[in-house]
């Protein structure tokens, strides 16, 4: 990721638990009952759009939700195609590959209801530090894939400041000692990725994406470039957002604080190719089951060798921010669309 205020302000951004701690802090807390468990933002355009209903989720569709209420830990009946899956149920944070270990002061463990207002349900707090740091959490997942889906659920505290130039998180190809690297198009052979923010202005949910194909913020096309946006806000085709398919054909729900939301993306790699041409890298996103967007255009990689095999959930904040946070639970990766809890 890179680490913009906006299009055209940049610098080079080293994430917790990646590459190197660096120093960033987090500031932790007590659940909504005070238990302690474990001890660039894209570019905004405020001008109005014509709302319209969410399209048909795009790919294949999610499997038929249980009835009945959910259990507290979703994991202990996983699906065949889940791959990883944490509700923070563990007691722990060992099943996380963070250098820095994930203390409590960077992420924290609480007792707190969740999304299904579940007693002795556990989630995992993120609260940055003031001004510029973030927090994470790595996975390096048991198998690499072509395509994969990531699930999981976030709640934004009371407080929040969606204003404040942030990244998020979502899904990795490539080396490790690549994640979060940013200000250059990756060459198709080493790293491509893709990660579910907000945007600044809107305050709405959009995926950011590094990939061998990326034009959207390119100031030099042979050297330095910024992610793309999905769907593209920025404008309507004179600077940004050039390719019509890439740009919103709604406007996504606003957020709000002290909501639990389910967020869904797809990354596919595609068929490997050494050119735009006949590309079909893909990238998803939902929100409560209902699609953002599908685009399944995008020039990811020119190598089969290059696979997905990294999930990174990241809250981090380019300077000055409130002083709270966002909560997660119910994370699942899987080789087929999760969906989500029936009663979220």
Known sequence: ????????????????GAIALLGLLLAGCGGDDG?????GP???????????????????PPPDAPTGPPPIDECADRAPEWIFCSGFEEG???????????????????ADRGPFDLAGNTVMRMRPLPGRGGADLVKELPSTHDRLFARWYIKYEPGFDFS?????????????????????RPTGSDWFGAWVEHDTGLHVSYVYSYYRGMYQDCADPSGSCWGDHFPCMADEGTTYCEKP???????????????WYCVELLLDGGTPTGSETGANGTIGLWVDDSAIGLWD?????????LQIGILWLSLFHHGDHAPVGADYDNVVVSTERVGCIAGS
């Open 1 to 16: 990721m890179d680490n913009t205020a906006g299009k055209g302000a940049h610098a080079a951004w080293v994430p917790v």
């Open 42 to 60: 894209g570019p905004s355009d405020s001008g109005s759009r014509d709302s319209a209903p969410p399209m048909d989720s795009p790919g294949t």
């Open 92 to 110: 722990n944070k060992d099943i996380w590959d963070d250098y820095d270990g994930n203390p409590d002061e960077t992420n924290l463990l609480l």
């Open 35 to 39: 238990t302690v468990l474990d001890a």
């Open 297 to 305: 255009d995008l020039w990811m990689r020119t190598t089969a060798d």
């Open 245 to 259: 398919q890439h740009r919103e054909t709604f406007v996504p729900p606003t957020l709000t604080t002290d909501q």
């Open 164 to 184: 404040a130039p942030n990244h998020g998180g979502g899904l990795h190809a490539g080396s490790r000692d690549l994640l979060g690297r940013s200000d250059y």
